[in-house]
């Protein structure tokens, strides 16, 4: 997707305050991007990967928003997953543009909410999130970032990573969850927030030398 498509489906640009004297490299000061879903799906598109697609019977799932539950405001996002495949992933994603970045390593953190019915020690689904430069489109363009049903309830799922970001390109953030089980599950998500901020370089470690 173009940042010209972007701009015109009022994707936001992810600011990053300024050095002193107009000085080029943005300082580590990010401006945080937050959503819970109040007036819409704030951009967020829902998609989805099922290995066998189209060979097999389509994946029967829906991300949609919902008043039922929130852990933020009054909606969230309703997420319907039926795990009839033993497999299938479903998410949300957004591109943000970049263009006022410089073209650089930058640590982008993503948090989220995810809310499960129960808790179970057993038949957990993997909690899956992806930033990058590309759109995802696979399941195995995801990092397993935790699982469900770890608590009965709202539960806060992390995941960061270091990316190199261009002005020409878009940031891609998603974040959703997969199956493994061949059962049909509900889940909700809400209040997602993003930073981004310059990689710090790694110092080198001494050199150290054996005694004699």
């Known amino acids: 997707m173009s940042l010209l498509k972007m701009a015109a489906m009022g994707v936001p640009v992810i600011l990053l305050a300024q050095g002193s004297e107009g000085q080029s490299n943005p300082v580590s000061i990010a401006t945080a991007y937050s959503e819970s879903f109040e007036t819409g799906m704030g951009g967020w598109m829902p998609d989805h990967h099922l290995a066998c697609e189209p060979a097999c019977w389509p994946l029967s799932w829906h991300i949609v928003r919902s008043p039922t539950r929130a852990y933020h405001g009054a909606y969230s996002l309703d997420c319907y997953l039926n795990g009839d495949h033993d497999d299938g992933t479903i998410w949300v994603e957004r591109p943000f543009q970049t263009s006022a970045l410089a073209p ?8 989220f909410y995810l809310w499960s019915d129960s808790y179970s ?8 999130a992806f930033l990058g430069s590309a759109d995802p489109e696979r399941e195995d363009q995801f990092a397993i970032i935790g699982q ?13 990573r270091v990316v190199s970001l261009k002005p020409t390109q878009a940031l891609w953030v998603a974040f ?7 059962v049909p599950r509900t889940y909700a998500m809400d209040m997602v927030r993003i930073t981004v901020e310059p990689a710090r370089a790694r110092r080198a470690q001494p050199t150290r030398h054996h005694e004699r």
């Open 121 to 128: 020690h057993v038949n957990r689904w993997p909690v899956v």
């Open 176 to 182: 959703g969850f997969g199956a493994t089980w061949e």
């Open 148 to 160: 469900t049903n770890m608590v009965a309830g709202w539960k806060q799922y992390s995941y960061s």
């Open 104 to 111: 650089g390593s930058y640590k982008v953190s993503l948090l």
